[in-house]
């Protein structure tokens, strides 16, 4: 490949890959994969200037921009660092400084945490503006969701400047990081790869309510403003300390490159028992004095670089393949390995993710392979070591073509990666895994079942669908090991009272593919009734809002199977809601076609309520202010950027008595 055409693939290539990063949030390559990458473009680009693009990724910050979010420009450009991955680029980072300033400086050492750009204004005290990173030039509007964020101070206390910005990383601790991909996995949704990309995702939700369940975290480390309390970096995020930021206090100042090289060395293993993500060290030259007289390149800053660990990676030995079916009939292939430990943890499987990956590698049984895990919480195998195979030792491993469990030919549709068992009716860990979606807290909370329960009477022949759930009797359940009278009793009864669960929960509850709790929610509301749903076509399913051809296309399938209109019947006798309920006693038209935000406390309602009373009267609620906002609910303490947004655009604002009086 000529030197031309090698350029144009890495541009091809990275730019491919920054919008996977920043706008999938959906990485397919490791972070120094992606430094490689940059740092050979960008010297065959200097070595031959005659090929410059302004276009290349070279000439910009990766980008995170959502267009549903306001974009604010940055009052100063949020760069990024320059990325090191051995203690000899350290070293010549280290001697550049020296060679530099040619006086005594110090270095600032910080844990570098993995999670998602933020920058914050204050004004007076007061949390004003919350903007991502973005394209280092301007990003996205997010203050409503960082609101949510209760370690992000609202109102600061103590000296502070009148006018300051801090910037820092959003991040999702380990804990709720793993409680919502246990939650995604039992709804069949994808997991998120690292506690990064589950705080970016989160922060760009549209639903702050949502992004509030998810206690987001944030560490806190740059200062900037035209008065800052001292000429030291780490003095400065001490004085922030006291205003009420948080500030990680293991950050060390170092006056050697030996101490730098000492603290890199005990966080290399002991981040593994951190509460949050961290995938390297920062190192910035403390003085601000001596930062300005360094300066930046066109990307970064030349006073600070980062050091990036190394991912954790093991080899051990394929044992075999095992293959999991989903509620939705997902065939998932998981890799048994000899046990072998890896970031604290003993590791015995490991994903394969589907039958390309297992293609790609050439995967033989009895291979010798390598597990890593690094940001991921889930080991995968991440390639083979050929010298060590033995040809005679194991077969090369070809995806099953039946279901491993009931055996039906498995299926793959057009455009995605996963084989999947069409038996949704009659394959047991379908039906089991449909019955246990039916039941959770946030379909029909029906209390008193789980996995275990739902197997054992699925063993016992008491249920074989959801529609059985309501033909259960007490005398039926209490003989059955681990089952008294009273737990039995309790299980009919969860049961029964979830014949009073909303049309909406009741959709969302059936499990139809792609129909998550909002879209479920949207369809109920649009449609009214079960009927009107299961007879709307491609076109009238797509003008409901976060509807598409997918989405749409997947209920009309649903609703062609007679199996379900069955079901869906069978449910009907047994008195679910298959209607959305109208309170005719409240509900008018009087806002109808109107888009409405809530802002601030209120004294006679709730905001719950409040949002109910706009949708009963034919209004639509709304997260932020836009030109298309007919006006604001507001209460007491709203959000002064919210206030400031309303009146540059002039739109009304309506106080809580005045909103009960247009209603009444």
């Known amino acids: 490949m000529d030197i031309k055409n090698r350029i144009d ?21 490791s972070d120094r994969q992606f430094d490689d990458m940059m740092r050979e473009l960008q010297d065959l680009e200097d070595a031959h200037p005659e090929y410059q693009d ?40 280290y001697n550049r400084i020296k060679n530099a300033l040619n006086e005594d400086f110090e270095i600032c050492c910080e844990l570098k945490f993995d999670g998602t750009s933020i920058s914050l204004t204050y004004e007076k005290g007061q949390l004003t503006q919350a903007v991502t990173r973005g394209d280092g030039e301007k990003g996205d509007d997010v203050t409503d969701n960082v609101r949510t964020i209760r370690s992000i101070p609202l109102v600061l206390h103590g000296d502070y400047p009148e006018s300051l910005e801090i910037r820092g990383e959003i991040l999702m601790p380990w804990k709720m990081f793993d409680q919502l991909n246990r939650e995604r996995e039992l709804r069949e949704e994808p997991i998120f790869a690292n506690p990064r990309n589950a705080a970016a995702g989160t922060l760009k939700l549209q639903n702050s309510a949502i992004v509030a369940s998810r206690r987001l975290d944030a560490y806190l480390y740059y200062l900037l403003g035209n008065n800052l309390p001292t000429d030291g ?20 100042k170092a006056k050697s490159l030996q101490e730098i090289f000492d603290y890199i060395a005990f966080w290399d293993v002991e981040r593994k028992n951190l509460p949050v993500a961290t995938d390297g060290i920062v190192l910035k030259v403390n003085s601000l004095r001596q930062q300005n007289m360094l300066g930046y390149t066109a990307k970064s800053p030349r006073w600070a670089i980062a050091y990036k660990f190394q991912a954790e990676r093991v080899l051990t030995r394929l044992q075999s393949v095992s293959y999991q079916v989903g509620r939705t009939g997902v065939v998932t292939p998981v890799a048994n390995l000899d046990p072998v430990q890896l970031s604290g943890t003993i590791v015995k499987r490991a994903s394969l993710h589907n039958a390309d990956i297992i293609r790609n590698m050439d995967l033989h049984i009895k291979d010798m392979v390598y597990v890593e895990k690094g940001g991921e919480i889930i080991p ?60 959770s807290r946030r379909a029909m909370d029906i209390e008193g ?68 709790e909002t879209v479920a929610k949207k369809i109920a509301r649009y449609f009214k ?52 309920a109208v309170d005719n006693s409240v509900s008018s038209n009087k ?47 709203m959000g002064p950027s919210k206030l400031e947004k309303a009146h540059k655009l002039g739109i009304r604002i309506m106080s809580e008595d005045e909103f009960l009086q247009l209603l009444q």
Request: proline fraction near 4%; glycine fraction near 6%.
């Open 529 to 580: 009734d079960i009927q009107s749903l299961s007879s709307a076509t491609l076109e009238q399913l797509k003008s409901v809002d976060e509807v598409g051809d997918k989405i749409a296309q997947s209920i009309v399938s649903y609703f062609g199977n007679p199996s379900n209109r069955q079901l869906i019947q069978r449910l009907q006798a047994a008195g679910l809601q298959f209607a959305q």
């Open 233 to 252: 970096h780490y003095e400065n995020l001490q004085m922030a300390s006291q205003w009420g930021f948080k500030i990680s206090q293991n950050m060390r």
């Open 54 to 93: 302004e276009n290349s990724p070279t000439m910009r910050v990766g980008s995170d921009i959502d267009n549903k979010f306001r974009q604010i420009s940055h009052k100063y450009p949020m760069l990024s660092l320059g990325n090191t991955y051995s203690e000899e680029e350290v070293t010549a980072f």
């Open 9 to 29: 693939y890495l541009r091809a290539e990275l730019h491919r890959h920054n919008y996977n990063y920043y706008i999938l949030n959906a990485p397919e390559i």
């Open 449 to 516: 079942l789980g996995p275990e329960t739902v197997d054992l009477f699925y063993q016992k022949g008491l249920i074989k669908d959801v529609a059985d759930l309501y033909q259960l009797q007490p005398e039926a359940i209490r003989t059955l090991n681990r089952m008294g009278e009273k737990s039995a009793e309790n299980i009919v009864k969860s049961i029964r009272d979830s014949r009073s669960v909303p049309f909406e929960r009741v959709l969302f509850a059936l499990g139809i593919r792609f129909v998550g």
């Open 380 to 439: 995968k195998i991440v390639g083979v070591e050929p010298e060590a195979r033995d040809a005679s030792l194991g077969e090369k491993i070809e995806f099953v073509r039946e279901c491993p469990i009931c055996g039906s030919k498995l299926v793959r549709y057009e455009g995605e990666s996963a084989y999947y068992c069409p038996n949704d009716t009659a394959c047991p860990p379908q039906i089991k895994g449909k019955i246990e979606h039916f039941i």
């Open 591 to 637: 806002l109808l076609g109107l888009s409405i935000v809530i802002s601030g406390v209120f004294a006679h309602h709730s905001r719950d309520e409040y949002k109910a009373l706009i949708e009963q009267n034919g209004g639509k609620n709304v997260s932020s202010i836009s030109s298309k906002t007919s006006f604001i609910l507001a209460g007491e303490n």
